[in-house]
C-alpha cells in the first residue's frame, strides 16, 4: 500500500493535478497501509517495539485519538496543504506524519498490538474508539464536500486533466474520497471486532448450556 500511494501515478497526478487523488493517498496512508503494517508484527515484535522511548504513550487510546485526528486536521488547513505541495521536504514529512499516526491510531485496536497496551479496551469499547476516530476526517470530508469556493489555491492554478473536473468538483470528489474510503478500513476493524466478540460470546453461551 505504501509502494502504491507513492510510488504509482498516484503520486504524479495527486502532486501536479487532482486533490481528489491527493486525498486518495492520504488515505493509503494514514488509513489503509498502518493497519496492514501492525498486523505484520508478531505479539512478541509487539512487544520488543513497546520498549522504544514514547512509543507506549503515544499509543494508549487516549493520546492516540488526539494524534491521528490533530495530523488529520492540521495538515488539511489550507495555508500546510498548499506549503506541503510546494516544498517536496515538508511533504515528505506530511506522509511521514500519517503513516505515523495511522500506527498509533490503530495499535490500540488489533489484538497482538493493543495486549501490550497499559488500557486494553473491551470490544464495545473498541467499536465506539473507532467510531469517534472518524470524526476529524468527517468534519475535513464535509467542509471539502459542501464547500463551494476551492480551498487549496495549488489546485485552483493546475492544468485541468478534464476540462468538466473543476477544482470545485475536483474538491467535492476529494471530500467524497476521504468520507466513503477513509471508513472503509475502520469498517473492517469494527466488523472483525463485533464477529469475534460475537462468536466469543456465542461460545460462552454455548459451553454454558453443556455443562452439568
Avoid: N
Avoid at 474508539?129 to 470530508?141: E, K, M, N, R
Wanted: charged residues 15%.
Amino acid at each position: 500500500m505504501l509502494w502504491v500511494a507513492l510510488e504509482t501515478p498516484i503520486d504524479t497526478v495527486s502532486d501536479r493535478y487532482l486533490d481528489s487523488v491527493h486525498m486518495l493517498q492520504h488515505v493509503l496512508l494514514g488509513f489503509v497501509a498502518p493497519p496492514l503494517l501492525l498486523l505484520g508484527l508478531s505479539p512478541r515484535m509487539a512487544g520488543r517495539l513497546m520498549r522504544v522511548p514514547l512509543l507506549r504513550a503515544i499509543t494508549e487510546p487516549v493520546p492516540a485519538q488526539v494524534i491521528g485526528g490533530a495530523v488529520m486536521i492540521l495538515w488539511h488547513i489550507p495555508a500546510l496543504y498548499d506549503a506541503t505541495l510546494r516544498s517536496e521536504e515538508l511533504h515528505i514529512v506530511e506522509h511521514i506524519t500519517f503513516i505515523g499516526a495511522g500506527v498509533a491510531l490503530f495499535w490500540p485496536v488489533l489484538k497482538d498490538t493493543s495486549a501490550h497496551s497499559r488500557w486494553e479496551m473491551s470490544p464495545g469499547v473498541k467499536l465506539l474508539y473507532l467510531l469517534v476516530a472518524t470524526i476529524p476526517q468527517d468534519g475535513v470530508a464535509l467542509a471539502l464536500l459542501f464547500s463551494r469556493e476551492p480551498f487549496y489555491e495549488f489546485y485552483a492554478r493546475v492544468p485541468r486533466l478534464i476540462d468538466s473536473l473543476t477544482p470545485v468538483v475536483d474538491q467535492t470528489l476529494a471530500g467524497a474520497v476521504l468520507m466513503v474510503l477513509g471508513k472503509a478500513t475502520m469498517l473492517v476493524c469494527g466488523l472483525a471486532i463485533f464477529f469475534r466478540w460475537f462468536g466469543r460470546e456465542h461460545r460462552a453461551d454455548q459451553a454454558g448450556l453443556v455443562a452439568p
